[in-house]
């Protein structure tokens, strides 16, 4: 997972911030291994959003034709709302939420997909705290640069909670809408 290496190569490169900090160099001049890092960071997450909507874009079909209730987003929504600004904070969310409820049991307990909501937005909320720690261009701060490596570390723990959950979910549904599938074709 990018997240964990790149909170371990923080440390080095807020330590190299620090010191460019004090010597009153800008960060301009400064290429880490933590900026490396950075540049593998943006086609890994654009290939986990594609995977990630294609995959819901399916199991929304799915718990259409398990049960054809309407969903509180429309499948537009599998793909923009994880992109539109403020409403990314929910929308998310609820699709996944409203996919499970169709596709689960009754009275099985839907907590998981809360959790793995919870990790999610503490990942979004510490990536965002980390991407300012250091500017792209000009005066590092040495105490924010410092800080990379802390923030980054609990950016980190957060995606791989969010991670491990996600994961979870995944399967649940799966398992849930094979079972389902499985009810129908019997009946």
């Known amino acids: 997972m990018f997240e964990i290496v790149e909170a371990g190569l923080a440390y080095g490169a807020g330590e190299t ?14 290429f880490t291994g933590y900026d ?16 990630t909507c294609l995959w819901l874009r399916r199991v929304r079909t799915n718990a259409d034709a398990i049960d054809p209730i309407p969903h509180t987003r429309s499948s537009g929504w599998v793909w923009a709302g994880w992109w539109v600004p403020v409403v990314s904070l929910w929308f998310p969310f609820q699709i996944v939420r409203d996919i499970r409820d169709i596709s689960k049991p009754p009275y099985s307990p839907n907590a998981l997909i809360g959790w793995w909501w919870t990790a999610w937005l503490g990942y979004l909320l510490a990536s965002r705290i980390g991407s300012r720690l250091v500017p792209l261009s000009g005066q590092a701060s040495e105490g924010s640069a410092s800080a990379l490596g802390p923030v980054e570390t609990v950016n980190a723990g957060f995606a791989l909670v969010a991670f491990v959950l996600w994961c979870l979910v995944v399967r649940t549904i799966v398992r849930e809408q094979d079972a389902a599938v499985r009810q129908v074709s019997q009946a």
């Open 17 to 30: 911030y620090a010191e460019a900090a004090r010597a009153g160099v800008p960060v301009d001049n400064i």
């Open 36 to 51: 490396i890092g950075v540049v593998f960071w943006y086609p890994a997450i654009v290939a986990a959003y594609v995977l």
